[in-house]
């Protein structure tokens, strides 16, 4: 099994007030007041996912940005605006497809237990 690496995108970190920075899109970040950092690197295996009962559960999941813990939730008016969005989105593509919109409490709940494919 091959190993692929992810990058998680670079963050910048500012020593300004973050409320000025946030709420206003206008606002520059000159990069020497917050240079990019990288923030993880990961390793996955490389999986095979073509299988039926995995597409049938990625077709009814649905990606959000505020599936995390309060203090890694988006901040900004922006952001705010995006999550009515993506609900929006989520809640009319499973309506079409005619699927239950649900969200998963686990990461058990929608991918499968490797150890049962050994």
Do not use: C
């Not at 923030?39 to 295996?45: D, H, I, S």
């Not at 900004?76 to 609900?87: D, L, P, Q």
């Amino acid at each position: 099994m091959t190993t692929k690496l992810g990058r998680f995108r670079r963050r910048r970190l500012t020593r300004t007030p973050l409320v000025n920075l946030l709420l206003s899109t206008t606002v520059e970040w000159p990069e020497q007041l917050s240079p990019y950092v990288t923030v993880a690197e990961l390793r996955l295996p490389q999986q095979d996912i073509s299988g039926p009962d995995n597409l049938a559960k990625m077709d009814a999941l649905s990606f959000t940005p505020w599936r995390v813990t309060a203090e890694h939730a988006p901040l900004g008016n922006i952001m705010r605006a995006r999550k009515e969005v993506y609900r929006h989105s989520s809640i009319e593509r499973h309506k079409l497809n005619q699927q239950p919109r649900t969200e998963p409490r686990s990461a058990d709940e929608v991918l499968p237990d490797p150890a049962a494919s050994e």
